[in-house]
């Protein structure tokens, strides 16, 4: 519990520090801070395996699964890396929020970091209800991974329609039970007009990416229990890719679109973990495999994309 206590603190210091000193007043975040930051959080990230590493070494966690400190600090990397992968197409979906908004760069920030308050909540509610799900019930893990591998199919089959989120359930419910207005008071999340309260559009940017990124956890949280069900490891590594989820945005928000076949790595990821799911009782797959064929999948994806990317530039 120690640990569990000190690991909240530090996520509520990083998060204090990042709204009330680094960007306590409002202002467009270049690709250039945006780098530096997503730099200082991958860094972080991957810096903490070595604190995984001690934890499950020095016995001061309660290692329900029974993992050596090798194994753990493998399934916590693995895991990071599914997340971060996964996070890809929250980013885009993002983008196409506070276009529809009309969001001035200046306040993106503020809205996501607000959002990711929100995040960390919903995540660490699905992953005590995952957890607990496969512990008392050993068959949701085969259900798990035929979501997966369902979802896997879909995003190859599927045509992709444009979101349009001022066509979405959650915005046309909403604005039948509060005023919204499109008025924006520089950072504010509700305006005083004459005797009501309205909601600006940064408030409704905010709940629609709450409400996409609790989408978005519905293949993301699976995925990583393929990995381990260790509710540390989950969370932790869940943590650590959404708190960088903001300086990412901000950093591939522009380039997004050239990393064409990074759809592929994420479908090849999602079938190849859900495959891991459903045959979890009957074959032990090495920790490293996971770790190697999703770090194989993506490199090759962001491989791909940029060659084609550059054969285009050279026509």
Do not use: C
């Not at 996971?290 to 962001?302: D, E």
């Amino acid at each position: 519990m120690t640990v569990w206590i000190f690991f909240l603190l530090g996520i509520l210091v990083f998060l204090a520090l990042d709204l009330g000193v680094f960007n306590k007043n409002a202002h467009v975040i270049s690709v250039r801070e945006a780098s530096i930051w997503t730099t200082i959080w991958v860094s972080l990230s991957l810096l903490f395996s070595g604190v995984v590493y001690w934890l499950y070494s020095t016995g001061k966690i309660d290692n329900v699964d029974g993992l050596e400190p090798m194994e753990a600090t493998i399934n916590y990397i693995t895991g990071y890396l599914i997340e971060l992968s996964l996070s890809i197409d929250n980013i885009f979906v993002i983008a196409v929020i506070f276009t529809s908004f009309q969001i001035p760069q200046k306040y993106q920030h503020r809205v996501l970091f607000w959002g990711i308050l929100g995040a960390i909540v919903f995540r660490a509610l699905m992953i005590f209800f995952g957890v607990a799900l496969i512990n008392k019930f050993s068959f949701t893990i085969y259900i798990f991974g035929a979501f997966l591998i369902f979802t896997a199919i879909r995003m190859v089959t599927s045509k992709e329609k444009p979101f349009e989120p001022k066509k979405s359930f959650i915005y046309r419910n909403l604005r039948k039970i509060m005023p919204i207005t499109s008025h924006m008071d520089g950072q504010k999340f509700f305006v005083k007009l004459r005797h009501i309260t309205a909601a600006t559009p940064l408030f409704m940017a905010l709940i629609i990416i709450e409400f996409t990124d609790v989408l978005f956890a519905l293949d993301s949280v699976p995925a990583i229990l393929a990995i381990t069900s260790d509710p540390f490891l989950v969370f932790s590594s869940n943590i650590f890719a959404i708190l960088g989820l903001r300086s990412m945005y901000f950093f591939l928000a522009h380039m997004i679109n050239k990393f064409q076949y990074l759809k592929y790595s994420l479908v090849a990821i999602l079938s190849f973990v859900g495959l891991k799911m459903i045959l979890s009782h009957h074959i032990a797959f090495p920790k490293w495999i996971s770790l190697g064929f999703i770090a194989l999948a993506l490199g090759l994806g962001v491989l791909a994309s940029l060659l084609k990317k550059d054969k285009i530039v050279e026509h």
